[in-house]
């Protein structure tokens, strides 16, 4: 696309063409630019700028008369030049009064001159030049020869004058020139001036020098005049804009001299003040700051000595916040400006930013808190802990509490998310009370987690005061909590670490509390621990344990070991309970209560109980007669696995009849969602498998929840069991075991009770009517060739003979089995169990 040439340019044309040149300069030089308006406006300063010149005008032609008649003398005849002189005299006079009107007598808002007053004062000027001419050849017939050089050059100089003087408008300034060169041209043909034929030929040249210069001084005068205006609409447009934005923004405007002093305060600004503008105007910017800080808040302080420090820099001022006291309100001002050129001072803008500082300051605030409980988060628990340890600098003792509401699940799953909330609400209100004595030290109390809370405690606590705290803290969240109509039993398990006893740095310092508070669980919760440096090792050999245990089920390490349960009132053998046993390579036999809960944590316990039921079912299907078999299925694999499918396939894979497979499930297996699982015992009982309720009496279910469930049995835990033949404990535990036999009986259940080891309970339990028993004195968990024994033994030879036989041999040797290295998850599926273990 074609450039646009910027206005009075001279195009370039290729070679040399004068002609077309000259009509180029005439037309920018005599064509004024822009629209109609613009181009009256600037005709108009043409005229003004050339009547301007009349009155030197005038006076030039005086002093040049004066001086033609003092070179005549005394000698002169002035008859014949004085028509002329009464026509100068005329046409002068005639120009001044023009130039007076024009001055003093035309209004300002009149409409500018057009063409035809510039034609008309063009006639005026030639006529001017023709007399002035005309003047000068009847002089030049009289005066000595001695004084005719000086004659032709003031000729020459008032005609270049007068040209020069009436440039701005080019049709005066050429009517000037050829009124004047022509008339003289036109009297040196006809008047016998033989001493000024010399100029005859140069005239011509002259003329058109005079015309060429009147033209570019025409054409620089358009230029100017048109930035002129272009600047000045330029200021009236951003004046315009500044005033409108003085009055409709909420920003506002402020300017300093040099010295500080406030030059400009806009409105806006002075109302913010409480005062007229023209109160501040004087004023130093930071004497007025000054008196509007708030009383003892060094950090505003410090702000406005910022402020200070930037106004001596050359570097642009963006956004420096402010901290004022104006009304009694705190307010927030942010200032910008920058340094002006040439004077020094400083010109910017000022904005009320208080309300977006409190927003900054509510965001921040909800970054750090918790919305549940109200305390402090994570990210502000962290924050703090950082700030505390050092962050590379000193440490400042502190002692770090984690503490983990036992069975804060089932309350969630049972009563619901807002019940949850309700209970999680409670707790913080507690614990924050419960440090109100020490309240000025600098702790915190946070929600790291769903039920998981923290507390940071400014110094390092011994032991001995670190305990005390546990069980006031604990004390304080026994106090039940009532929930619509429930009453919440809270206890928590607590870690605790120390620093810089136990950790120098935030992340082992947490480490160092999260194991305290995994040892606090294991110990059977509802207790405080104190971190010790052997939970390092205990942690590092669970994470190897954990190792193994992911290769334990391919490499074919994973047992099943059977304990017979016995029907009490014929001595009968009915069945076994599955038992599952580790045998590790180099630890030996490694016990359930050790590797279940890494399965479970870990996510393993899916394919290890998948691999449960098939082994189990395969064993018991190669027993004779009716015995049963029980496989215990752990909460989180009865929650997160398709253990419906599993079942199915174990069953079809083995060809066990489905009424010899009972399946045993704890309280809290049944208590997460309970709709959904009473629906899948109700679908594997149709199938005929038998439903068990394991540890009867030591979790959390009530007796209509129990009656809703599809039940077969009732186990009753081992605990009670082992106290029916101690002198004290004996009637209470007694009492306790009649009651769940009874309560079963009225529910059309069976009783087992667990853990049987001396005749005594055996004979107590046959009294109160207890269907089935299990334990040592029965036979310890026997390996799967051992059972079989057993099993052919009792079926030949009845019950006591396989119990002797057993006891003479209690720790057989055992074999591997092939059939335990089963590729699992080729054969049924089963997901991968690679993975971290999720909440629970």
Known sequence: MAETPPPFALPAAPGWRPLAGFRRLIDAAWKVPGDPAEAARLRGDQWRAVVDQLPASVIATAIAVVLLLVALGGHADLLPVLPTLLALVALNGLNFALWWHERYRRSPEAPPRGIKAGLLLALDLLIGGV?????????????PSGLHAPLVATAAGAIAAAAWMFALLPAVAIAWVIGACGSLALGIMLLPLPWMDGLLPLLPLYAIVLCMAALLNARLFLQGRHAQHE?????LTVSLLLRDFEHHASDWLWELGRDGRLSHVSQRMAERLGHPPEAFIGEPLLALLTRHLPPNNPEAKQRLDRLGDALLTHEPLRDHALHLQIGGEDVW???????LEGDGGWRGVGSDVSEVRERERELLRLTDQDTVTGLANRHQFHRRLALYLGGGGPISPCTVLLLDLDCFKQVNDSLGHAAGDHLLAAVGERLRDSLAARRGHGDLVARLAADEFAILLRGELTPEATQRLGKQLRSALRVPVTIAGHEIDVRASIGAACAPRHAQTADPLLRAADLALFAAKAAGRDRLVLYEPAMQQEAQDRIALLADLRLALDAGQLEMHYQPQ???ASGKLLGFEALMRWRHPSRGLVPPAVFIPLAEDSGLIVAIGAWALLVACRDAARWPGELRVAVNVSALQFERSPIELHVLEALERSGLPADRLEIELTESAL?????HAIDLLTRLRALGVRIALDDFGTGFSSLAYLRRLPLDLLKIDRAFIAD????RAGPTARAIVSAIHDLARALGLHTVAEGIETPEQQQVLTELGCSLGQ??????ALPRDATQAFVELAHRQGLAAAREAHLDSVNPPLTSWPSTRMQLRSSMQLPDTRFSAGDH
Do not use: C, K, M, T
């Open 131 to 143: 007399l002035d001419v005309l003047l000068i050849l009847q002089v030049a017939q009289q005066v």
């Open 231 to 235: 600047a000045a609409r330029d200021r």
């Open 333 to 339: 001002w942010a200032l910008s400006g920058r340094r």
């Open 566 to 568: 016995i029907e009490l």
């Open 671 to 675: 208590l997460n969602d309970s709709s």
């Open 724 to 727: 029916l033949d101690h002198p």
């Open 775 to 780: 334990g040592f004195l029965y036979a310890q």
